[in-house]
């Protein structure tokens, strides 16, 4: 029944990668029975069901840093919060952050030479508690409630209930005078705003801490492409060779077949951004950092191949501001040269997709 579970421990990413060179859809025999498909018709199905397949009982559930919120909520209660969460994280509402945020990036640029992750983890941070706090959150309280994220297994998934009651006090007390033009002033008097903040922090932390010190390690190896009007297309490479949310899943609500596949209710039903983005039916060579695809030379994301921030009605709420943290920290990266020095861009996977490393950098003013 569990034969499956060690290597899930151990590299699931070599396991899925292994099991997915044989067939689109596949069975994982973990502490239970696990469905695991890639294909768009999958991808397609499992996320735009949403009554059909449910965040209750699924993977997010493991971890009280994402067991809450608007990230753990089933119709109609998360279409419900998604209106009421959604103008707060759109592009237009984020504009007033810009500023704030190239300010943060400027005073936290990388040093001559730097490990990637190191930097990256720390901006970060930084860049999240000026979206959200305009700065008023103690950062050692702040960086004492995300660094179990970096931890390896099981610290993620272990309760901090002291810890989570000590943030939440303090973000209640941005929230009942915020500063302006922040995300606390955006959600001050919603219902949950408090939960939803500290949910948020922990799901952009280490996604984006992650993806920044890849794309500055790609970068460093690739002077062509460090540019401002050529960033967009780094990320989104970088996004599609390394997505932070490698596994996303839900559990069937209903008797359902997908991709030609029966699924029996209570059954647990895995997509893998990870496994999508490396498929070389969408993706020509999918292994080499490309960024080329996605420059209006390139052909374009497949539909339902493209899945960074997941995709459909439950697309990340706060991809807006990831990328736009990612922008605002790699642009003094572009003023120089950067060389990469030494480490291991492997991905392995955790709570989140993340470096092997080290990576170090070294970067030189033009």
């Known amino acids: 029944m569990i034969r499956d579970l060690w290597r899930w421990v151990r590299d699931p990413v070599a396991l ?8 689109p859809v596949f069975e ?12 768009p018709e999958w991808n397609r199905t499992v996320l735009g069901d949403l009554a059909t397949f449910r965040a209750a009982g699924s993977l997010s559930g493991l971890t009280p840093y994402l067991a809450g919120g608007v990230v753990h909520s089933d119709v109609p209660e998360h279409d419900e919060r998604r209106r009421d969460l959604n103008p707060s994280f759109h592009n237009r509402s984020l504009a007033v952050l810009l500023d704030r945020l190239d300010e943060v990036a400027a005073r936290r640029a990388p040093a001559a030479e730097f490990e990637a992750l190191e930097w990256a983890s720390d901006i970060v941070r930084h860049l999240l508690n000026a979206a959200f706090f305009g700065g008023r959150l103690p950062d050692r309280l702040l960086r004492a409630f995300l660094s179990p994220l970096h931890r390896p297994m ?24 915020p500063p302006p033009g922040t995300l606390a002033a955006a959600l001050s008097g919603m219902p949950g705003a408090a939960e939803e903040i500290r949910v948020a922090l922990a799901a952009g932390y280490d996604t984006t ?3 920044l010190a890849w794309a500055a390690w790609h ?5 062509e492409w460090r540019t401002p009007d050529a960033l967009p297309a780094v990320l989104d490479e970088v996004l599609r060779l390394y997505p932070a949310g490698w596994i996303g899943s839900r559990v069937a609500a209903a008797d359902v077949t997908v991709a030609g596949t029966d699924i029996p209710a209570g059954t647990l039903v895995l997509y893998s951004p990870y496994l999508t983005h490396r ?9 080499v950092f490309r960024p080329e695809r996605f420059t209006a030379a390139g052909p374009g994301r497949p539909s339902w191949g493209f899945l960074p ?49 080290p990576l170090g950098i070294a970067r030189h003013r033009a």
């Not at 899925?16 to 067939?23: D, I, K, Q, S, Y």
């Open 16 to 23: 899925l990668t292994e099991r997915a060179a044989v067939a």
């Open 28 to 39: 994982l025999s973990l502490w239970r029975r696990a469905v695991v498909g890639y294909c």
């Open 279 to 287: 498929d070389p039916g969408l993706w020509p060579d999918p292994g």
């Open 209 to 211: 801490a992650h993806t």
């Open 219 to 223: 970068l460093a190896g690739a002077p």
């Open 154 to 177: 099981p610290h993620p998934l272990l309760p901090r209930p002291r810890l989570f009651h000590r943030i939440d006090r303090h973000i209640e007390a941005v929230l009942a005078d």
């Open 309 to 357: 921030f997941s995709a459909g009605r439950r697309t990340c709420l706060g991809a807006h501001l990831a990328r736009a943290m990612l922008r605002s920290a790699l642009l003094p990266c572009l003023d120089g040269r950067l060389t990469q020095l030494d480490g291991d861009p492997t991905p392995r996977a955790g709570l989140t997709l993340q470096p092997r490393g």
